[in-house]
Nanobody, 113 residues
Framework: VQLQASGGGLVQAGGSLRLSCAAS????????MAWYRQGPGEQRELVAQ???????NYAESVTGRFTISRDVVKNTVYLQMNSLKPDDTDVYYC????????WGQGTLVTVSS
């Protein structure tokens, strides 16, 4: 399984970005797909998760600003990020779980103040 993350970039505070995670497999076969983020010297933290049944959960720090969604035809999971803050600056990773844990490469999000 390969996961290809994209969509990161530089944005001003208050702006928006949409991250994409394209999977090489049918995403419905995964128990969960999720976005994590990690800053320098920090632990990787869960940002948002979508389960096979379509239910979602979010980190408290992004609730109301970020939305995780999926396109089962394109086998892609998205993270719509609105009202971005400088504290959202991190490398964002997508993960899929189906027995094994599969990680995509990171995509850097930089939010300037």
């Amino acid at each position: 399984v390969q996961l290809q993350a994209s969509g990161g970039g530089l944005v001003q505070a208050g702006g928006s970005l949409r991250l994409s995670c394209a999977a090489s497999a049918n995403i419905i076969t995964f128990n969960t797909m999720a976005w994590y983020r990690q800053g320098p010297g920090e632990q990787r933290e869960l940002v948002a998760q979508i389960r096979r049944d379509g239910t979602t959960n979010y980190a408290e720090s992004v609730t109301g600003r970020f939305t995780i969604s999926r396109d089962v035809v394109k086998n892609t999971v998205y993270l719509q990020m609105n009202s971005l803050k400088p504290d959202d600056t991190d490398v964002y990773y997508c993960k899929a779980v189906r027995g094994w844990h599969y990680w995509g490469q990171g995509t850097l999000v930089t939010v300037s103040s």
